[in-house]
């Protein structure tokens, strides 16, 4: 660790607070340990009595816009989304982009339906943030098709049916959407649920954020829990059923599309089931199951 922490006292810091203060000052003192990371970063808790901290270091050839996420958890933490504090981001010797916040917990355990109601309510939070309550700075937009399906053009097959459901669609770019809001970016403590990695989050449609989430846990988790995920979110934000058919579509095809990209988390039960959502998507043509 003595690496990491070399790293940690050369880093240029753009914005930080007093608890980032505290611990730079006990730097030889600081306890970190390793967080599973993703494909674009490393994760470390850091620990000095009496303060916690996550670092996240995108140093895997991504370069997020770290002032971006950083503003945006101050903004909503201010209106009152289960957010992790934000502590201070900059940048590392060798460019990396670097973001400390609190410690929201752990990875949620014993996924029960009483939970995903719970988490259910958390995205609904997020798109119940009207435009108006954002800073200006923090409306930003991006090409639908070009962000979330990245290297599409070397897959006609699924580029084929992504445009035309697009098309179909009618995405609007009018609430704040998360962007990858899944079980793994929920943490728990003490009973508490905090939405982490706000890498993806822009001004988008919360019918593709809801199918996205829908999507990943009918196929980690299954049909029950897909239900009680969405029947929650529906009570309080209805999606009507053609769009809903449209936009799981755009969700199934996004994950063959990464499936097909990188080795993303499945076994032979998740393949089942992706295929399942395929057979049964009336808007999905069965060439494109894995």
């Known amino acids: 660790m003595k690496t990491m922490k070399n790293l940690i006292a050369n880093i240029e810091w753009k914005e930080k607070t007093s608890v980032v203060d505290h611990m730079l000052e006990a730097l030889d003192n600081l306890c970190l340990e390793p967080l599973a990371a993703g494909l674009e970063a490393e994760v470390y808790k850091i620990r000095f009595y009496p303060f916690k901290a996550v670092m996240k270091i995108w140093n895997k050839g991504s370069s997020p816009d770290v002032e971006y996420q950083y503003q945006l958890l101050k903004?909503?933490?201010?209106n009152g989304i289960s957010v992790p504090e934000p502590y201070g981001w900059g940048i590392c010797k060798d460019s990396s982009k670097i973001l400390w916040t609190s410690d929201a917990g752990a990875p949620i355990s014993d996924i029960d339906l009483n939970k995903l109601k719970e988490i259910a309510n958390l995205l609904l939070d997020i798109h119940h943030i009207s435009f108006q309550q954002l800073d200006k700075s923090l409306h930003r937009t991006y090409d639908f098709v070009e962000y979330f399906y990245p290297k599409i053009n070397q897959y006609p097959d699924?580029?084929?049916e992504l445009i035309r459901l697009v098309?179909?669609?009618?995405?609007?770019?009018?609430?704040?959407?998360?962007?990858?809001?899944?079980?793994g970016n929920i943490l728990n403590r003490h009973g508490l649920y905090t939405i982490i990695d706000w890498t993806n989050a822009q001004l988008g449609d919360p019918r593709y954020d809801v199918a996205w989430a829908s999507f990943l846990i009918k196929i980690y988790n299954g049909e029950p829990m897909y239900s009680a995920f969405q029947n929650e979110y529906m009570e309080k934000n209805s999606i009507s059923e053609t769009d809903l058919v449209v936009f799981e579509a755009l969700a199934c095809l996004r994950w063959i599309l990464l499936n097909r990209l990188t080795d993303i988390p499945k076994n032979e039960r998740v393949i089942v089931r992706v295929n399942?959502?395929?057979?049964?998507?009336?808007?999905?043509?069965?060439?494109?199951m894995i």
């Open 75 to 78: 903004e909503l933490k201010r």
């Open 158 to 160: 699924i580029r084929n």
């Open 167 to 183: 098309r179909k669609a009618g995405i609007k770019q009018e609430r704040l959407i998360h962007g990858d809001f899944h079980l």
């Open 276 to 288: 399942d959502v395929v057979r049964s998507n009336p808007e999905l043509n069965r060439e494109v």
